[in-house]
């Protein structure tokens, strides 16, 4: 595609259900990013994908999260068990290699209600 | 080490003046300074980067300054357009022990009053 895709664009769940945010980055890019934007603040890492190298986790804010990135392209996000405090807009995106151009996506926004 | 500071939080600025955003990082081996600008409900798009082999660059009415000694680098937008409302994030990626992920500052909401 011409862009970073995410789906859905906006997601309502009742806290404790399990959900899944889903990024298709630029074709060919083999770096992906994960970030979280609560209302009217920075942007938080979430996890970071390189190629075939181990993720960089770092930024997972408990076990709840998880995301994985099948065949280089495709990444999906899950959170387990939601509570309201993970409400916020998911951000993905992608870079063609390390310290490059990363292109966003519009996000996803979360409610947990 | 991995924080990247920055201010101000907001800035009201009139039509033609110059707005400035600054950001300051601890990471040395930081080697590439991104600013993306965010409007609401869309993701943040790269304004314009710099690395640290340079001091300045201008791409139309937006420059970045860079303070290698300081740490520190800011973005200045000329002639300023109500239309450059928005947030604008620097960030900072680079070094062995960063694996290149961008690390984001906490934004600047700008408004440009015409």
């Known amino acids: 595609g011409a862009g970073v895709s995410q789906s859905p664009s906006n997601k309502v769940t009742e806290k404790g259900k399990d959900v899944e945010l889903r990024c298709d980055p630029i074709?060919?890019?083999?770096?992906l990013y994960w970030y979280r934007q609560s209302l009217g603040q920075g942007l938080e890492f979430l996890i970071y994908f390189q190629g075939n190298s181990a993720p960089d986790k770092s930024g997972l804010p408990s076990d709840r999260f998880s995301a994985e990135r099948t065949g280089g392209s495709v990444s999906t996000l899950t959170i387990q068990r939601t509570q309201q405090e993970d409400s916020a807009v998911y951000l993905c995106?992608?870079?063609?290699?390390?310290?490059?151009?990363?292109?966003f996506g519009q996000g996803t926004r979360l409610t947990v209600v | 080490q991995q924080q990247v500071k920055q201010s101000p939080q907001s800035l009201i600025v009139q039509k033609g003046g110059i707005s400035i955003i600054n950001c300051a990082y601890e990471?040395?081996?930081?080697?590439?300074f991104p600013w993306y600008q965010q409007f609401p409900g869309k993701g943040p798009a790269l304004l314009i980067a710099i690395r640290p082999d340079v001091s300045e660059k201008k791409e139309g009415r937006f420059t970045i300054s860079f303070n290698k000694s300081a740490k520190q680098f800011s973005l200045h937008i000329m002639d300023s357009q109500p239309g450059d409302s928005a947030t604008y994030f620097c960030a900072a990626s680079g070094g062995s022990s960063n694996t290149g992920k961008l690390i984001f500052g906490q934004g600047t909401t700008l408004q440009v009053k015409p």
């Open positions: 074709s060919g890019h083999t770096a």
């Open positions: 995106a992608s870079s063609s290699s390390l310290n490059t151009e990363a292109f």
């Open positions: 990471n040395t081996a930081f080697d590439y």
